[in-house]
């Protein structure tokens, strides 16, 4: 199985800040890379995929960049509905895997 | 838009089998462009998939639970359904349905899970 590591696990950050966490692969996924966010109780839903789309809806204030084994997400100025936990997924071979997910909190 | 709704009981025995249904709507379980997919989440912890299950029967599984799992999909009722038998309490989990779906332009195809349900809770306990 691809093992996913994501840094840090958690996060104290201010509205306004420009945050950014990482995912690192335990072998190449070439670009099949996808991040969530998940707010508390409810599902996670889809921020981007193929490591750098924007699924459509979801504010330009996210992006994804990476390839091979080491991504990153950056919010560029964190509003206060992006307080959640966020989570990468490998979809470059099954069984896909989940990072381990990173809690955003506010400071 | 599409929808998914989980339902099934909340409450297992441990030994027994769990069983879930994921009913969707402003889709069709029919396409041959989507997997229908289970990923679950243990309390307070994080995201496992599974496995798929696509419009014709084929299915895919996470290795560390293909012996118990069993996917079924039922084109009449626009359902998939989970089972997933010998449950012992490290099954208790919020049980998602989700549509992994696929963008054509990226060669390889590349994979999301897109439209997701709103999760049932499963308590294996007795």
New interface residues.
């Given amino acids: 199985d691809i093992q996913m590591t994501q840094s840090p696990s958690s996060l104290s950050a201010s509205v306004g800040d420009r945050v950014t966490i990482t995912c690192r692969a335990s072998q190449s996924i070439a670009d099949h890379l996808n991040w969530y966010q998940q707010e508390p109780g409810k599902a996670p839903y889809l921020l981007i995929y193929a490591a750098s789309s924007l699924q459509s809806g979801v504010p330009s204030s996210f992006s994804g960049s990476g390839s091979g084994t080491d991504f990153t997400l950056t919010i560029s100025s964190l509003q206060p509905e992006d307080f959640a936990t966020y989570y990468c997924l490998q979809t470059y071979s099954t069984p896909y895997t989940f990072g381990q997910g990173t809690k955003l909190e506010i400071k | 838009q599409v929808q998914l709704q989980e339902s099934g009981p909340g409450l297992v025995k441990p030994s027994e089998t769990l069983s879930l249904t994921c009913t969707v709507s402003g889709g069709s379980v029919r396409s041959s462009s989507y997997y229908w997919s289970w990923i679950r989440q243990p309390p307070g912890k994080?995201?496992?998939?599974i496995g798929y299950i696509d419009y014709s029967g084929s299915t895919?599984?996470?290795?560390?639970l293909e012996s118990r799992v069993t996917l079924s999909v039922d084109s009449s009722k626009n359902q998939f359904s989970l089972k997933l038998a010998s449950v012992t309490a490290a099954d208790t989990a919020v049980y998602?349905c989700?549509r992994l779906g696929r963008?054509n332009a990226?060669l390889p195809r590349?994979?999301?899970?897109?439209y997701?349900?709103?999760?049932t809770l499963v308590t294996v306990s007795s």
Avoid at chain 2, 46 to 49: A, D, T, V
Avoid at chain 2, 110 to 114: L, N, P, R, W
Avoid at chain 2, 116 to 119: E, I, K, L, M, S
């Fill in positions: 994080g995201l496992e998939w895919n599984f996470n290795p560390s998602y989700a963008d990226y590349q994979y999301y899970f897109d997701w349900g709103q999760g």
